[in-house]
């Protein structure tokens, strides 16, 4: 490995990279003294590359091997740096005043669950409840949504859930065209900094909002779809499985289907 990739991935890793100005200087390696063992050879090598976080001053003459290293996939500071990018989209959320109903709202409701999730799932807009709480999917239709992902394996908080739109409508009517495209770019964002392997359109509104598609809900459920070439799903809305508890079947089967597609992509 060069010299410049090692120190890529030393810079990666969270390394500091120390490169000295002078000439290494050559180190006499203690004299013996006849009666006196404080010199140990088996502890005289230091290993640099075991110590965190201390650079090697030799490495400039011979450079360490790092073809043992794992890849900088994901190295602390670039994950802190990735939290400083959600902390302020957050904030750009929460002072956003794009479309009216920053003048109705409560508060925005951002989203919640893991950065790392591999499912996320996404309704329409914040009700009455979300709006007070400022987290999606609270509530019955919350605690619902809870349970249908327990049913596959699914904790809340290891999924992230979000909104097409930030702020609740008034009097939880539908989203109007120019409030999701004002919107848009907050929920793009949130999906290219997870990267789901899987979208669940949680709702006949989410869904057509986010196909772009005015086709009614029986046929955009059971279809494998893609969003900016992640698959997406589509499931019925918990609020509306809590007025027709005769859907539940179906509901079932949609969460079914989902699972089936996310298994389909870890094979
Ligand atoms: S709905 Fe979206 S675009 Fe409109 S004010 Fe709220 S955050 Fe801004």
Known sequence: MDNATRLQYLEAMGID????????????????????????????????????????????????ATEHLPPPTRPAHAALASEQVWTDLRS??????????????????????????????IGEAPGQNEDLQGEPFVGKAGQLLTEMLRAIGLKREEVFIANVLKCRPPNNRDPQAEEVAACHDFLQRQIEL????????????????????????????GSRHQLDNIPLVVVHHPAYLLRALTEKAKAWDDLQFALSVHQSLEN
């Open 17 to 64: 990279v120390w490169v000295s100005r002078y000439p290494p200087i050559a180190v006499q390696a203690p004299q013996a003294v006849e009666g006196e063992s404080h010199y140990d050879e088996s502890s005289a090598a230091v290993d640099f590359q075991n110590i965190p976080n201390v650079v090697n001053p030799a490495a400039d003459c011979h450079p360490i």
């Open 92 to 121: 750009e959320v929460a002072a956003c005043r794009a479309c009216k109903l920053c003048e109705t709202r409560t508060q925005t409701v951002f989203g919640v669950g893991s950065h790392q999730a591999s499912w996320m799932l």
């Open 194 to 221: 997870i990267k789901p392997k899987i979208i669940v359109a949680v709702g006949r509104i989410a869904a057509q909002n986010l196909l772009n598609t005015q086709q009614p809900l029986a046929k955009l459920r």
